[in-house]
């Protein structure tokens, strides 16, 4: 799969504008930081790692388009930026890209000029780690991936919710690779933006990896029939306890995998975890009510229908059968276990 956003050499940034498809593939690019936080806000980029990337290559951006010389008042106007660019509440990859890129700003000697050329190495480097970390997630996931499986997921955790191979997508990618071509997926539609049938369905089908579409209603009777071996799911952010957050509808699908005993995994890089929060003060999106009462355009309900439209929902650890990072794998996740990996 080609790269979902790249920093290239006159200093702008080359993104794909995931809204167009699977029907359209689109490039955008912007020397803007203020046209990538539009574009995180309205999922042109998205996903957890992508939009982190994007942030940190946003502050770069800023720091490009900043006038002054001195550093104090650099760094003034990339806690600006970072405010403008925090577009989305649930992802933590999004703030903690903008507090390193911050924190850079700070440590680095020198004037204006100096500081923004580190911070363009080092919205650069966010984006190789996360291939990096990317690549480690699959290959630590292949001694519970075996030969043959078919693999539930939801919403797009792939190359596109990514820099370039993806979490789930690296899980799947490198077992594909590694099994012969065996490992077969189930993509849940994931209403109501459909990323996971317009996105997973895209990618997988593009890698000739044999991928089934559902609707979201279908996950129990998929499940009940024995058509899939495990599901591997993203995270938006992943909490020091073993919770999770992501796309909404992941809790219901760990619920009827728990009940039709199919092990849960939830893959993600360490930069998803979220070492400080509590998982019941996590910040939860709520997005436009035209989401679900529309569908293309046009309306499938009354115009001005109530609607409750929450983006993310939080697993339990109870529920989660282990967590997949690039540092190793985490069975039955609880904080004890969350932290010892936090010090590896």
Not at 188 to 213: K, S, W, Y
Request: aromatic share 6%; with cysteine; proline share 4%.
């Amino acid at each position: 799969m080609f790269r979902t956003i790249e920093w290239l050499d006159d200093n702008t940034v080359r993104f794909v504008d995931q809204t167009k498809l699977p029907l359209v593939t689109e490039h955008i690019t912007t020397s803007s930081y203020e046209r990538i936080a539009e574009a995180i806000r309205i999922m042109e980029v998205r996903g957890a790692p992508a939009i982190g990337a994007a942030a940190g290559m946003g502050m770069a951006l800023a720091a490009l388009e900043n006038e002054a010389h001195a550093k104090n008042q650099l760094v003034e106007f990339l806690e600006q930026a970072a405010i403008t660019l925090n577009t989305r509440p649930t992802a933590v990859n999004l703030t903690w890209a903008t507090k390193r890129m911050l924190d850079v700003a700070k440590e680095t000697e020198g004037n204006a000029d100096q500081v923004t050329q580190r911070l363009i190495e080092e919205a650069k480097e966010i984006a190789e780690e996360d291939v990096r970390m990317c690549r480690a997630i699959g290959e630590n996931a292949l001694s519970l991936i075996k030969p043959g499986f078919a693999i539930q997921t939801i919403c797009n955790a792939g190359s596109l919710a990514t820099v370039h191979l993806g979490t789930v997508g690296a899980v799947i990618r490198i077992a594909h690779q590694e099994y012969g071509g065996s490992i077969k997926v189930y993509a849940a539609e994931t209403r109501p933006r459909q990323q996971g049938a317009r996105l997973t369905v895209f990618e997988f089908m593009a890698d000739n990896i044999d991928t089934t579409l559902i609707t979201d209603g279908m996950i129990g009777t998929v499940f009940k029939e024995g058509r899939v071996d495990c599901c591997v799911v993203g995270s938006d952010r992943i909490f020091r306890t073993g919770h999770i957050t992501n796309k909404i509808g992941t809790y219901t699908m760990a619920i009827a995998a728990r009940y039709h005993n199919i092990p849960f995994y939830a893959a993600a890089p360490i930069s998803t975890i979220d070492w400080e929060t509590n998982p019941k003060d996590v910040v939860i999106e709520e997005r436009n009510p035209d989401e679900i009462r529309m569908i293309n355009g046009e309306y499938i309900t009354v115009p001005d229908a109530k609607v409750y439209n929450p983006a993310f929902d939080t697993t339990p650890p109870e529920l989660i059968t282990a967590i997949i990072t690039d540092r190793g794998i985490v069975e039955h996740p609880n904080e004890e276990k969350m932290l010892k990996l936090k010090d590896q």
